[in-house]
C-alpha cells in the first residue's frame, strides 16, 4: 500500500495507484466446433463492452471493464469471446467528481491493454486469426455521456454518468 502524502498546508495530496490487475472473467466459445474452418463468408464481427466500478475498501476501488465479441459467418456464429477484465486502484484526495472521471477514464485506460491482449491470445489459441480490439478513447465517451447526462437534465446528485 502507499501512504498519503500531505502538503506544506495540512491538506492531503491526490493520489492514484494501480495496485492489481487480474481477470475476473473469461469464456470463449466456437459453437461451430471444426466446421467453423470451414466458412468462406466475410466475418461480421460485434463488439459490445461496458465498465462497472465499486469501492472495496479505504482509498480502493475495482473497476471491471467488459468485453462481448461476436464473430458471424453468414448469421452463423463462428466464434464468442467475453472477458471481464479488472482492476484494484488505490485513488485519494479527489471529490466526487474527479473521482467519478478517473474511474471512467484512467482506470480504464489503464486496464484495457490486459483485456486488449487476453482476447487476441484466447482467440489465437482457438485457432482464428489475430483479432486486436481498436483503440478506445475513453475521455470522449465519457465527456460524451455527461454532456448527455446535462442535457437531459438527468445528472442529479448521486447520479453520476458512466460509459457504456
Avoid at 470463449?28 to 465498465?51: C, D, L, R, T, V
Avoid at 483479432?131 to 447520479?159: C, R, S, W
Wanted: hydrophobic share 40%; aromatic share 8%; net charge negative.
Amino acid at each position: 500500500m502507499t501512504d498519503q502524502a500531505v502538503n506544506p498546508e495540512g491538506q492531503a495530496q491526490q493520489q492514484f495507484a494501480l495496485q492489481k490487475v487480474y481477470i475476473k472473467d473469461l469464456s470463449f466459445e466456437s459453437p461451430m466446433g471444426a466446421g467453423a474452418f470451414n466458412s468462406m463468408g466475410k466475418p461480421q464481427i460485434n463488439q459490445e463492452f461496458n465498465n462497472k466500478n465499486q469501492r472495496v475498501g479505504e482509498d480502493l476501488y475495482e473497476v471491471v471493464l467488459s468485453f462481448t465479441l461476436t464473430v458471424k459467418v453468414e448469421e452463423k456464429v463462428v466464434y464468442l469471446a467475453e472477458i471481464q477484465q479488472a482492476g484494484i486502484f488505490v485513488i485519494k484526495g479527489l471529490d466526487n467528481n474527479q473521482l467519478t472521471q478517473i474511474l471512467n477514464t484512467l482506470c480504464l485506460h489503464s486496464i484495457f491493454p490486459y483485456a486488449r491482449e487476453t482476447i487476441d491470445t484466447v482467440v489465437t489459441k482457438g485457432g482464428f486469426p489475430p483479432l486486436m480490439l481498436p483503440h478506445i478513447n475513453f475521455d470522449a465517451l465519457y465527456a460524451q455521456a455527461v454532456a448527455q447526462a446535462k442535457t437531459k437534465e438527468q445528472a442529479a446528485p448521486g447520479n453520476e454518468p458512466t460509459i457504456n
